[in-house]
């Protein structure tokens, strides 16, 4: 989590000065290799073998500043970058799906920051109203996921990214027409 925390106003940076063409481009590609983990993930065998602590350590090291920094490029808080790798490492939707909300926040918060000192005009009544809905949708998401198993968990996330994924396709040809 600290390695996405500090590469996400990086990232800001970067995505601050990147065209949104090339950021919607980038943004396409992880929906659509998320998308695509999600929908193979159950064909999968069981998950790769134990590993040592370093490696651990070293490998989320890496995967958390990798996911901060395109977190904070594409501002979308690393919760997409994160879920694909998780799925890797973890068959329960309901780990990963808190896992990466987790992870997420902390992100979000980082290259919000940034993003608020870098921009100029920013809609303070726009950012509350998504704050406050996004608090309020958190919590109850995560009430309800209680309630779910993993595989309904997995089915209802793959929805959200088709839609995501068709929202973002939409805005990349909208640019051109």
Not at 13 to 33: E, Q, R
Not at 161 to 169: D, G, M, P, R, Y
Request: positive net charge; proline residues 2%; charged residues 10%.
């Amino acid at each position: 989590m600290i390695p996405a925390v500090v590469m996400a106003p990086i990232g800001a940076i970067v995505g601050a000065h990147t065209p949104d063409f090339i950021l919607l481009v980038i943004f396409t590609l992880f929906l659509s290799y998320t998308l695509y983990n999600l929908i193979t993930s159950q064909k999968r065998q069981k998950r790769s073998k134990e590993m040592t602590s370093i490696n651990a350590i070293l490998v989320g090291i890496g995967i958390g500043g990798i996911a901060g920094f395109l977190g904070g490029l594409l501002g979308v808080g690393g919760g997409l970058i994160i879920l694909p790798v998780l799925t890797f490492m973890e068959g329960d939707f309901k780990k990963i799906a808190g896992t990466t909300a987790y992870i997420a926040l902390f992100s979000s918060m980082s290259g919000f920051i940034s993003y608020l000192l870098i921009l100029h005009g920013i809609n303070y009544i726009l950012w509350i109203a998504v704050l406050l809905g996004g608090a309020i949708g958190g919590i109850t998401g995560s009430a309800l996921m209680h309630r779910f198993n993993s595989k309904n968990v997995r089915i209802l996330i793959i929805i959200i990214v088709v839609f995501i994924l068709a929202k973002t396709a939409y805005s990349l040809i909208a640019i051109y027409t």
